[in-house]
């Protein structure tokens, strides 16, 4: 069966705009997680979804970041007016339900570069 | 808060020597204990896992013990070859969020 995808893979923004990140978690998988993984930071979360509600958006780092999920599946993390910080690799991740038991599965990335 | 202490990297390795990194944690309660691996150009990929106190995870070669007392889960692999070049991540999770330390990279040489 297919995995976590991502899209677009790749994207190079003007520092300023707008972006839209997108995740198709595995079929059937009720929790998605957002991570964002950049250079001298690791890996950090940014926020979670159980169906199409958010009980921990802990992570996100401002207001600038927001991100919603429709139909219990396809999710968009969506950054306004980026700043060049915001550079990193955005990944995706689902697990059948959320919590300790549950193997989370990660999408290939999107590499965001703002310049 | 919860959180991951791993060796900072680069290591480099000759084809066939034996590796270790080490990975401490802190956290209450009773975390669940990961080893993820990223190769070059792909994705995570859970590599090892352990869910208590004293289990072993092992995978591909590679293992490690929850050792609560030590609040460790070090990463070891007897003989390693080329192909285990990648960046390993230890990572816990109590409730939802995997918590991962900064990563590991490991570069093998033949």
């Known amino acids: 069966g297919a995995g976590v995808s991502q899209s677009p893979s790749n994207k190079v923004t003007e520092k300023g705009k707008d972006v839209e990140l997108r995740c198709d978690p595995i079929?059937?998988?009720?929790?998605l997680y957002w991570y964002r993984q950049s250079l001298g930071q690791g890996l950090e979360f940014l926020i979670y979804f159980q169906g199409n509600s958010a009980p921990d958006k802990s992570g996100l780092p401002s207001d600038r970041f927001s991100a919603e999920r429709t139909g219990g599946s396809v999710s968009t993390l969506t950054i306004q007016r980026t700043q060049q910080e915001d550079s990193a690799v955005y990944l995706c991740?689902?697990?059948?339900?959320?919590?300790?038991?549950?193997?989370?599965?990660f999408g290939p990335g999107t590499r965001l570069t703002v310049t | 808060g919860d959180s991951v202490t791993q060796m900072e990297g680069p290591v480099t390795l000759s084809e066939e020597a034996f590796l270790t990194i080490n990975c401490t944690y802190t956290a209450t309660g009773y975390p669940s204990l990961f080893w993820y691996v990223q190769y070059p150009g792909e994705g995570l990929q859970l590599l090892l896992k352990?869910?208590?106190?004293?289990d072993k995870g092992s995978n591909k070669g590679f293992e490690a013990t929850y050792r609560k007392e030590t609040t460790s889960f070090h990463l070891e692999k007897g003989s390693v070859q080329v192909s285990d070049s990648a960046v390993y991540f230890c990572a816990l999770i109590r409730n939802t969020p995997l918590v991962f330390g900064k990563g590991t990279r490991l570069s093998v040489i033949a």
């Open positions: 352990a869910t208590k106190a004293d």
């Open positions: 079929s059937g998988h009720t929790a």
């Open positions: 991740a689902s697990s059948w339900l959320p919590g300790q038991g549950y193997e989370q599965y």
